[in-house]
Nanobody
């Protein structure tokens, strides 16, 4: 049974925008903090952003002011709005549910001209 599904990745030019989505089953979503992580080629997976069930958010320094995490509780979905994308943002982006330690399959984001 698939519990987390990400979507929205793709190829974008530097300075462009993308919005990632992460849909989770209600049993995971309703009690979890939800987070985005990313893994670039040859690098370890790293934290990007987190949102708690009551809407508190936090970001890694490199994306502050450019990325926004949000959640739609009615749709059991979180989003990552990514603006002013840079080549260094190229990675596979993973959604994570904290309460159950569940990862999605990842979605590729490539920033290149």
């Amino acid at each position: 049974q698939v519990q987390i599904v990400e979507s929205g990745g793709g190829l974008v030019q530097p300075g462009g925008s993308l919005r990632l989505s992460c849909a989770a089953t209600r049993s995971i979503f309703s009690t979890s903090f939800m987070a985005w992580h990313r893994q670039a080629p040859g690098k370890q997976r790293e934290f990007v952003a987190v949102i708690t069930s009551d809407g508190w958010t936090n970001y890694t320094d490199s994306v502050k002011g450019r990325f926004t995490i949000s959640r739609d509780n009615a749709k059991n979905t979180i989003y990552l709005q990514m603006n002013s994308l840079e080549p260094e943002d190229t990675a596979v982006y993973y959604c994570y549910a904290g309460a159950t330690h569940t990862w999605g399959q990842g979605t590729q984001v490539t920033v290149s001209s």
